[in-house]
Nanobody, 124 residues
């Protein structure tokens, strides 16, 4: 079992940047693949990015490729999401998620542990 706590959200102007963090506690962080998802009002939760246990493999939604970067520091039990060139359509609650072995990294149901989310609002 892991507990996940996100931080780093906020209000930013279009074109700006934010860095989200997700701190894990409990089980060994390096055993878990990590994902970032987001959910805007009235919309389904959608995949943003994922990292393998080692961090060597990274996956991105097409909508964020080239703008967002996922990284992790297993010594600090933390996964990060760097958000650059933000757009108003990136406004959402961002969640980190963990699983020992998601078969499909882009599917929310494949993750067994979730944080409470952090709000990102991008103004135009």
């Amino acid at each position: 079992q892991v507990q996940l706590v996100e931080s780093g959200g906020g209000l930013v102007q279009a074109g700006g940047s934010l860095r989200l963090s997700c701190l894990s506690s409990g089980d060994t962080f390096g055993n878990y693949a990590m994902g970032w998802f987001r959910q805007a009002p009235g919309k389904e939760r959608e995949f943003v990015a994922a990292s393998s246990r080692s961090g060597l493999s990274r996956y991105y939604a097409d909508s964020v490729k080239g703008r967002f970067t996922i990284s992790r520091d297993n010594a600090k039990n933390t996964v990060y999401l760097q958000l650059n060139s933000l757009k108003p359509e990136d406004t959402a609650v961002y969640y980190c998620a963990a699983d020992l072995g998601p078969r499909r990294v882009g599917i929310p149901a494949e993750y067994s542990h979730w944080g409470q989310g952090t709000q990102v609002t991008v103004s135009s």
